[in-house]
Nanobody, 114 residues
Framework: QVQLVESGGGLVQAGGSLRLSCAAS????????MGWFRQAPGKEREFVAGISWNDRRTYYTDSVKDRFTISRDNAKYTVYLQMNNLKPEDTAVYYC???????WGQGTQVTVSS
C-alpha cells in the first residue's frame, strides 16, 4: 500500500503563489509516475500536471502552462507543484496521484480570491 500526504494549500489573492507538496510512503516505490489533479465545486476532477519517473518529462493542462511547474525529488519520494500567478478559476481541491496502482492523496484546498 502507498500513502500520499499533500500539504501547502491555502488562501491567496489573485496573482499570488503557492507551493504544494506530496510525500509518498509505504511499499517500495520504483519507476512510478506522479501528478496533480484538481476538483472544483460542481465539476469533475481534472488533470493538472504530471511528471515521469526516469526522464522527469512533464505534462500540463493548457490552462496552467507557463504558470505552474511540477518537479520531484526521488530521494524523498516527493512531488511539488509550484503555482504562480494564481487565478480565481484555480480554486479547487488539489489531489496528488501516483501510478502504477492509482493511489490518491486526501486533497488540499487551494482558494484564490479576486
Amino acid at each position: 500500500q502507498v500513502q500520499l500526504v499533500e500539504s501547502g494549500g491555502g488562501l491567496v489573492q489573485a496573482g499570488g503563489s503557492l507551493r504544494l507538496s506530496c510525500a509518498a510512503s509505504g511499499r517500495t516505490l520504483s519507476s512510478y509516475h506522479m501528478g496533480w489533479f484538481r476538483q472544483a465545486p460542481g465539476k469533475e476532477r481534472e488533470f493538472v500536471a504530471g511528471i515521469s519517473w526516469n526522464d522527469r518529462r512533464t505534462y500540463y493542462t493548457d490552462s496552467v502552462k507557463d504558470r505552474f511547474t511540477i518537479s520531484r525529488d526521488n530521494a524523498k519520494y516527493t512531488v511539488y507543484l509550484q503555482m504562480n500567478n494564481l487565478k480565481p478559476e484555480d480554486t479547487a481541491v488539489y489531489y496528488c496521484h501516483l501510478q502504477p496502482g492509482n493511489f490518491w492523496g486526501q486533497g488540499t484546498q487551494v482558494t484564490v480570491s479576486s
